[in-house]
């Protein structure tokens, strides 16, 4: 396949990171809704879609998406026209509904995604299953690969990595960090506002202004980690790339505006089971490439679907 080559006016990482947020597709096949409980007594909803008895793609999205996502929209409709049928898992907070617990979810917290693995294989042990992991989604499956050598995945995807969290946390754009706090602040005051034990006062999380405050404050002693500082340090998937056996693909670009370039691992540092795409341009999930604005093409759906079809 050929590699990721922005047009001229579409080379700013920016427009490259907004523009598909902006003009998304809808994905128009009908979707099935599943609530699935919990060991603990929470639950995360899926969202099904395809045909059944076909391969199970597990599609993660980042921090705060949701099957609505742009890039979830895209893989969604790929995926199911050429063959597959695909379940998103929502993270914890993330399908539209406040759960049960105070725990919701984090970059390192695999456990409800294995749980889920465990499900479909018992569930459907004839079928291959694969999973595509968007930014924080796709850190949350390559730290299950790097500690799960028995993994029952077939093939995995991890797209626009934030490869290093101490040096994310500071670097997101103002703009792209007020949405995203904005956002988790609400859920965790609505947490607070239920009775839920959150670690930290109403007024303490509306003070909140970046990441690592907000990971110091609630995600750190939520999670069993004694600050911000432990839970950046093992939640980071750079020093644990080695350790994965199974068939991997990394889609990354140099000029991706969430994560430095400091971060992006060399190549000595991946085991010979990933395959690292590492671009120039794309920004952050966004890898649009076509003639003109109203004509824009992703990249990154054609060489995931080429890749995974591969794969199985």
């Known amino acids: 396949m050929n590699p990721f080559q922005p047009p001229w006016w579409l080379k700013n990482c920016h427009l490259?990171?907004?523009?598909?947020?902006?003009?998304r597709p809808r994905f128009q096949q009908k979707l099935v809704w599943e609530e699935?409980?919990?060991?603990?007594?929470?639950?995360?909803?899926?969202?099904?879609?395809?045909?059944?008895?076909?391969?199970?793609?597990?599609?993660?999205?980042?921090?705060?998406?949701?099957f609505q996502s742009h890039y979830m929209q895209l893989m969604?409709?790929?995926?199911?026209?050429?063959?597959?049928?695909?379940?998103?898992m929502h993270f914890r907070t993330c399908s539209g509904r406040i759960n049960r617990l105070a725990r919701s979810y984090h970059a390192s917290d695999t456990r409800d995604f294995e749980y889920l693995l465990e499900v479909l294989q018992k569930r459907y042990p004839h079928l291959p299953l694969v999973a595509v992991g968007f930014s924080l989604g796709g850190n949350v499956v390559l730290y299950h690969l790097a500690h799960h050598n028995d993994s029952p995945?077939?093939?995995?995807?991890?797209?626009?990595?934030?490869?290093?969290f101490d040096k994310t946390a500071d670097y997101i754009p103002p703009f792209y960090k007020w949405a995203l706090l904005r956002s988790m602040k609400y859920k965790l005051t609505q947490k607070i506002l239920l009775g839920q034990p959150i670690p930290a006062s109403i007024e303490e999380?509306?003070?909140?202004?970046?990441?690592?405050?907000?990971?110091?404050?609630?995600?750190?002693?939520?999670?069993?980690?004694?600050?911000?500082?432990?839970?950046?340090?093992?939640?980071?998937?750079?020093?644990?790339?080695?350790?994965?056996?199974?068939?991997?693909l990394i889609i990354h670009s140099k000029d991706d505006p969430f994560i430095p370039s400091s971060s992006i691992p060399h190549r000595v540092e991946l085991s010979d089971s990933i395959s690292f795409d590492l671009l120039?341009?794309?920004?952050?999930?966004?890898?649009?490439?076509?003639?003109?604005?109203?004509?824009?093409?992703?990249?990154?759906?054609?060489?995931?679907?080429?890749?995974?079809?591969?794969s199985v």
């Not at 790929?78 to 695909?86: A, D, I, P, R, S």
Request: contains cysteine.
């Open 36 to 66: 699935l409980d919990l060991p603990d007594g929470d639950f995360v909803d899926l969202c099904w879609a395809g045909e059944p008895d076909r391969p199970i793609a597990i599609l993660l999205h980042g921090l705060e998406g949701s």
């Open 205 to 248: 999380i509306k003070r909140v202004s970046n990441f690592r405050v907000l990971d110091e404050l609630v995600t750190a002693p939520l999670n069993g980690f004694k600050n911000a500082k432990e839970y950046y340090e093992r939640s980071s998937v750079r020093r644990l790339l080695r350790n994965i056996h199974h068939p991997t």
């Open 76 to 88: 969604m409709k790929m995926l199911t026209e050429n063959g597959w049928q695909v379940v998103v």
């Open 280 to 310: 120039e341009r794309g920004g952050h999930v966004g890898f649009l490439h076509g003639p003109y604005p109203w004509r824009l093409e992703r990249w990154f759906t054609n060489r995931i679907l080429d890749f995974l079809q591969k």
């Open 16 to 23: 490259q990171s907004c523009l598909g947020m902006i003009f």
């Open 153 to 164: 995945l077939r093939a995995s995807v991890a797209v626009s990595i934030p490869f290093e």
